[in-house]
């Protein structure tokens, strides 16, 4: 078992900055990639960037450029630095993580919400 907890959501105006926190308790030698979700009001979720266990990084389109994710192994930590935001950034974020046996943890999601 895996256990996700997220930091760091809010409220900021377009341009604006946020850091987002996801850290990780219990079985956590058996984390493989980790990556950031986003759901929109009636839209589906959608992988916003991810990360391997060796570091290689990927992003949608969208944030490329503007949004940066990292990971601190040593303290079973997942960032998603949000640079220049827009009004469509507005979303609920969750973290997840998939484990080496294949196992997927949701994060309870934060809200993020960028005002024009």
């Known amino acids: 078992q895996v256990q996700l907890v997220e930091y760091g959501g809010g409220l900021v105006q377009a341009g604006g900055s946020l850091r987002l926190s996801c850290t990780a308790s219990?079985?956590?030698?058996?984390?493989?990639?980790m990556g950031w979700f986003r759901q929109a009001p009636g839209k589906l979720r959608e992988l916003v960037a991810s990360?391997?266990?060796?570091?290689?990084?990927d992003y949608i389109d969208s944030v490329r450029g503007r949004f940066t994710i990292t990971r601190d192994n040593a303290r079973n930590t997942l960032y998603l630095q949000m640079n220049s935001l827009k009004p469509e950034d507005t979303a609920i974020y969750y973290c997840?993580?998939?484990?080496?046996?294949?196992?997927?943890?949701w994060g309870q999601g934060t809200q993020v919400t960028v005002s024009s």
């Open positions: 997840r993580v998939t484990t080496t046996r294949g196992l997927v943890y």
């Open positions: 219990g079985s956590i030698f058996s984390i493989n990639a």
């Open positions: 990360i391997t266990s060796n570091g290689y990084t």
